[in-house]
């Protein structure tokens, strides 16, 4: 977690935010700490990882395609893509 380890006033604040109804970014601005990585993901090993979970999923049994609609998915940060947003990642793919 950036920042370090939660202090007991840390979760006191959390729990406020909490019972408030605050979002996590409004949480973390209480505490003087970022939602999310900074930095983001390393596109080399998100692409590794893409590459050997496609290659399982066909293993198993399902076809280049299937698995790789499969692995779009699981990857992306909210679990959902347009039609658009899965087009572009195929194309990218066959260039």
């Known amino acids: 977690m950036p920042g370090g380890r939660l202090t007991q006033e840390d979760r006191r604040t959390i729990a406020a935010g909490l019972a ?4 996590y970014t409004q949480i973390a601005s209480r ?6 990585d900074p930095h983001g993901r390393d596109p080399a090993l998100t692409r590794a990882l893409e590459d ?5 999923l066909t293993r198993s049994g ?3 395609m299937t698995a790789g609609v499969l692995t779009f998915l699981y990857l992306t940060d909210s679990g959902a893509l347009t039609a658009a947003e899965h087009w572009r990642q195929v194309y990218s793919e066959r260039r």
């Open 20 to 23: 408030e109804g605050l979002t």
């Open 31 to 36: 505490l003087r700490r970022v939602a999310a």
């Open 52 to 56: 050997r979970f496609v290659a399982l």
């Open 62 to 64: 399902l076809s280049r």
